[in-house]
């Protein structure tokens, strides 16, 4: 019964200690079981396939701002490689978890030794062993830092010496052996601390790609109400090429009533030149934003033609600096990475801080043994009784079958044996530890410094992006009043050109000025509805603003070109 609750006890500890899965979360920010990471929802089992390279695609593309977004996030090459240096830090967190995986191992040997011993006890000088040995074994480590080993043995073992009663004789041993330091290593805090570095850098890796997806959403954003702006330049452009032509038409027609002079006719077909030249321009300047929006989508250049379907909108935003600032400081991917450089920073110096204990180990041993076997037919002297006859009598008389070796291992009178010992080991000097959480220390000093100035620059960064959603919007504003004059003032200039005191140049001079201040509001109108992203980036809200969830990713499964 002993025996018994020693062994309970034993593998009760083992549990104990053993601690489950959850408490490596401790410290960790929640995250949602069900999320998705860079527009990607998750596929059979939480797993996303993702091809490493997209075909391109073909055709008529029609686009709204957010299927924009969509495309450049699920095609991007850029985005699957953060995706990989994820999956690369996740490794990392199952290769430091390997470490508490417990080893069952298994051996069988064979021996055969022949021995010379010149001694009064062996007259024959010689005699032969034959064993065979089966081992059986389980082990590994605890989270509290504690080595736990079971092992079973059986050993057979035949000899014909003269000094063995017992040939074969069958031997179990069952032993159990348990170390446990109390103070360096000792406790979850010294023994997670690779493993909670480790999801740290996962949670680092996910900053990283949440970086990158803003950074990707702004481009796109950028891009395309840039080429929108680029398209309603060139329709601008157009429209003064058409108004040019007309206004040569009827110049020609004037002058061939001799109403005016063969300059005004000069001056309108210079006008259409001029605005040829324009257009001509803006097409080429509208190409290049389109290719340059299909290389962020990833679509291909040759075969594909984007349609924007959102036009530039000038709705007012809400504007608070104070909560702007707030949002940026809890969400900024970039500052939310560097907070968990500094835990990160944490746990390396806590961990540095122990090391600089002395060591004091605790071990622990039991075991079980038994025995059995056949009396041995060897002679204890030449011509003498066998030494087989002195099993009569003993512990050992009618055990002769192997399970005869275990009839007293769980029985208060059984064979046991244990140890207890503890071990006391102090470094002189222990430079190294010492100098390793210096190194810590200004590791962790360095991450917290960068931390404090890039919350610094964020707040300028927010303050930066109102102002200009701000500007752009009074820049809307004056332009549409300076359009509303130039309309005002081209019908006055044509109207007196056709009554023959303006000249073409005057009426073209005005036509310049309306286009240009047409040019400027949808200028504008890019830069506020640009400039609205910008700060959607700067305070860290973009990733919400186009419904890409941060919760936690999906696993991803990289197939091959």
């Known amino acids: 019964m002993r025996k018994m609750v020693l062994l309970v006890f034993f593998l009760s500890l083992i549990q104990i200690l053993s601690l489950p899965e959850f408490l490596l979360a401790q410290g960790l920010p929640n995250r949602s079981p069900n999320g998705s990471f860079g527009g990607v929802a998750g596929g059979r089992d939480g797993v996303v396939d993702i091809e490493l390279k997209k075909p391109p695609l073909q055709g008529e593309i029609r686009l709204f701002l957010r299927r924009a977004v969509e495309l450049a996030l699920e095609r991007s090459p850029a985005l699957v490689v953060e995706k990989i240096r994820l999956e690369q830090e996740r490794t990392k967190i199952v ?96 023994n997670l601390s690779r493993i909670r570095v480790a999801q740290k850098g996962e949670e680092i890796a996910e900053q990283d790609l949440a970086l990158q997806l803003s950074g990707m959403i702004q481009k796109v954003v950028e891009a395309y109400w840039n080429l929108l702006f680029l398209r309603q330049d060139l329709e601008v452009k157009n429209v003064g090429l058409d108004f040019a032509k007309a206004l040569l038409r009827q110049n020609e027609d004037l002058f061939r009533a001799g109403k005016v002079a063969q300059v005004s006719v000069q001056e309108a077909r210079a006008g259409v030149a001029e605005r040829e030249e324009a257009v001509i321009v803006a097409e080429n300047e509208a190409r290049k934003g389109e290719d340059q929006l299909k290389l962020l989508l990833y679509t291909g250049l040759e075969g594909v033609s984007l349609v924007h379907l959102d036009t530039l909108r000038d709705e007012p935003i809400d504007l608070d600096v104070r909560k702007s600032v707030e949002l940026a400081l809890l969400k900024r991917p970039e500052i939310v990475r560097l907070r968990r450089i500094v835990e990160q ?4 110096e806590k961990f540095a801080s122990n090391q600089k204990l002395p060591r004091l180990d605790l071990t622990a041993q039991y075991n079980m043994v038994g025995l059995s076997g056949k009396p041995s037919s060897t ?12 099993v009569a009598g003993s512990a050992f008389e009618d055990k002769t079958h192997p399970i005869d070796a275990f009839n007293k291992f769980f029985t208060r009178d059984g064979f046991d044996q244990w140890l207890v010992g503890i071990k006391l080991e102090f470094p002189l000097g222990n430079q190294t530890a010492k100098a390793k959480m210096t190194e810590a220390t200004l590791s962790l000093m360095e991450a917290q410094s960068g931390l404090h100035r890039l919350e610094e620059e964020t707040s300028v960064q927010v303050r930066n992006a109102i102002r200009d959603v701000l500007t752009a919007r009074k820049r809307i504003e004056a332009t549409r009043a300076s359009m509303r004059l130039f309309e005002e003032q081209l019908g006055g200039t044509r109207k007196k050109f056709e009554a023959g005191i303006a000249t073409s140049y005057e009426v073209l001079k005005v036509l310049d000025d309306l286009a240009t201040a047409k040019t400027r509001e949808l200028k504008a109108l890019m830069d506020y509805n640009v400039g609205k992203t910008a700060l959607n980036v700067a305070e860290g809200s973009v990733l919400e603003k186009f419904d890409v969830e941060i919760g936690k990713p999906p696993r991803y499964v990289f197939k091959n070109y």
């Open 95 to 190: 290769e430091q978890k390997g470490e508490f995986d417990p080893t069952v191992s298994f051996s069988s040997t064979a021996a055969e030794r022949e021995n010379v011993n010149a001694s009064r006890f062996f007259p024959s000088g010689t005699y032969v062993e034959k064993e065979r040995t089966q081992e059986l074994g389980f082990k590994g480590k605890i989270f509290a830092g504690g080595k736990y080993e079971s092992t079973f043995r059986f050993q057979e073992l035949k000899s014909t010496s003269n000094t063995q009663t017992l040939s074969p004789q069958y031997g179990p041993t069952l032993s159990f052996n348990f170390s446990q330091p109390f103070l360096r290593d000792f406790g979850l805090d010294a």
């Open 345 to 348: 920073k944490k746990i390396e």
């Open 379 to 390: 002679p204890i002297s030449p011509g003498g009784p066998s030494a087989g006859s002195l």
